[in-house]
């Protein structure tokens, strides 16, 4: 047995004597355990300093700074932050952003929960069902973004579809009023299933004791599903707002590419105006000074769902 | 009596019979309804192009255009896209299995200070949009001169915070004591990693098999192993 190996094993710790008194720490086997579990570790952590904490902390100097990527970064104060306080397209698109992932996280929820409900009553073929709702998951999110772009015009299918209904050739993605509800739908339509699938299993998780007591009890379906159903599934509806909160905030290629934006700036959202301001105009300090807004705002998103989420949690173990 | 009521009202239980059947047809509509648009995608990707905008779809062509998918491919050079489309994934998910695990099984079996504060900032990228460091990572990407590359795309997502959640996850649920048992048998660190946590091997059957000997095992003699019969093996 090689040396090297043997080294690690806890029979080294008994042939070494222990610690002499006089020196005030030694590197024992212990320490030699803890250096490779750091080790393993130090890759990733050095991964997460390169191209996410040290990319973070340049953005908070950056956006203190004027820099065009060709000249060196000009110091300029708060300037960026004022301008963007008097900039109306900046206001536009923080409301904006904030009706998106308002809108797309309540919808995804509400929807995706629904979706499992219908799946879970097992009806015949219900697995089937579960199945072609999930392909619009397989969809890479360019395609989505550009069959929709096809389907919302004005001479598209949606329009035929709800031409028999009075509708008369709605211009769904150039009216500033439909615009953004269309972009919440496609998004709806993209994500609502996968965490369809989500709610699934938590709802396969609820065991069926419950509900033959509560049928015992005489409880109707809306009962059963208020005091059983609900409760049980709540760690699962946090997760979920959790995760399409944060998804939709980060969300760039939808409006991008549906409508780019427009009309005027009734799509525009941070994200959106962050790529346009640093790569289309290259002021990489404002840029910068807008991503530090948009992460205030997720920042506020997280500590109050999480502020929620640990309320709740005491309230279940009272 | 439970006869007599159900020969007086059969319609109540006509409908109580059909109600999954009607349950089903009722989701599959709303399933149709979601797949509505892949639909028209497939069958509008075989028609021309001045289809696409008609009063009615016609979701069987009345003239097939096949050919729409080879010119399609001679439009661009999609043979390019597919190998460097390949060329990441393949990269990104070998990065994310190398570091994850290691990173995984650091953060789960060792109590090095800060492991906590590690897990922790690492997790909380989670919550850190891309676009909020876009900027400055294209600029630490334009820094390394890896602008235009392959390992410009690859770099930034080579390690997932969320792949190494997961994994440090499942890596706690294996109990200690296994690991530990596995020490005597002249197990380092290494192939206790690959053998006793990644194919989750019995170590405490395999220490009994050798009684005990401190034979030095590679990764070679685990696989081996797996194949001779054992005593009691338990599934980790």
């Not at chain 1, 395609?143 to 329009?159: D, K, M, T």
């Not at chain 1, 946090?238 to 995760?243: G, L, M, P, Q, S």
């Not at chain 2, 489309?85 to 060792?110: D, E, I, Q, R």
Request: proline share 6%; glycine share 6%; charged share 15%.
């Amino acid at each position: 047995m090689s040396g090297k190996a043997s080294a690690l094993l806890p029979s080294d710790a008994r042939a070494c004597p222990a610690p002499a008194a006089r020196r005030f720490w030694r590197f024992d086997f212990r320490d030699r355990i803890r250096a490779w579990g750091f080790g393993f570790v130090l890759p990733t952590v050095l991964f997460f300093a390169v191209f996410k904490y040290g990319p973070m902390l340049w953005a908070l100097e950056l956006s203190f700074t004027s820099y065009d990527m060709v000249s060196q970064p000009r110091f300029v104060g708060l300037d960026n932050y004022h301008d963007l306080l008097a900039d109306p397209i900046f206001r536009d698109t923080l409301v904006n952003t904030l009706i998106y992932i308002g809108g797309s996280t309540v919808l995804i929820t509400l929807v995706a929960l629904a979706l499992a409900l219908a799946i879970n009553t097992r009806v015949p073929a219900a697995r089937h069902c579960m199945m072609a709702m999930f392909l619009t998951n397989l969809m890479p999110v360019i395609a989505v973004c550009l069959v929709w772009r096809f389907l919302l015009h004005p001479h598209g299918l949606i329009s035929q579809l709800l031409h028999p209904l009075g509708f008369d050739r709605v211009d769904w993605l150039t009216s500033s009023w439909t615009a953004m509800p269309c972009i919440i739908f496609v998004t709806v339509w993209r994500f609502a299933p996968y965490f369809m699938v989500v709610f699934i299993a938590g709802l396969l998780a609820i065991p069926d004791d419950y509900y033959e007591a509560a049928h015992l009890d005489g409880a109707n379906p809306l009962q059963r599903f208020w005091y059983i159903t609900l409760p049980l599934l709540t760690p699962m509806v946090f997760f979920v707002v959790v995760v399409a909160a944060l998804l939709s905030a980060r969300i760039f290629l939808m409006p991008f590419i549906i409508t780019g934006g427009g009309p005027g700036n009734a799509t525009r959202v941070l994200s959106m105006l962050i790529y346009e301001t640093g790569f289309s105009y290259l002021k990489m300090g404002r840029a910068a000074a807008i991503s530090a807004v948009l992460f205030a705002i997720m920042m506020i998103f997280t500590f109050l769902q999480m502020r929620f989420y640990m309320g709740r949690e005491e309230a279940y173990i009272r | 009596m439970t006869e007599l009521r159900a020969a007086i009202i059969p319609p109540a239980r006509l409908i109580r019979r059909s109600r999954p059947l009607l349950g089903a047809i009722a989701l599959a509509g709303l399933a149709f309804a979601f797949v509505v648009p892949i639909l028209w995608m497939t069958t509008t990707s075989f028609q021309a192009g001045e289809k696409m905008f008609q009063l009615t779809t016609e979701w069987i062509p009345s003239v097939w255009h096949p050919e729409n998918y080879p010119n399609a491919l001679s439009r661009a050079a999609f043979g390019r896209y597919f190998l460097n489309s390949g060329v990441v994934s393949f990269a990104v998910m070998t990065g994310n299995l190398v570091f994850c695990t290691l990173a995984g099984y650091g953060l789960a079996k060792f109590h090095f200070p800060g492991a906590r504060l590690i897990l922790l900032l690492i997790l909380s990228t989670l919550m850190l949009p891309l676009e909020v460091t876009l900027v400055p990572t294209f600029l630490v990407i334009h820094k390394f001169g890896w602008l235009n590359s392959y390992q410009g795309i690859i770099g930034p997502l080579l390690v997932d915070a969320f792949g190494v959640f997961l994994m440090r996850q499942a890596i706690v649920s294996i109990p200690s004591d296994y690991l530990e048992a596995a020490w005597p048998c002249g197990w380092t660190r290494n192939h206790l990693q690959a053998d006793a946590v990644l194919l989750r091997r019995d170590a405490s059957a395999r220490h009994r098999n050798e009684g005990g000997s401190s034979q030095a095992v590679d990764l070679r003699d685990g696989l081996r192993g797996r194949r001779q019969p054992q005593p009691r093996r338990v599934y980790l």
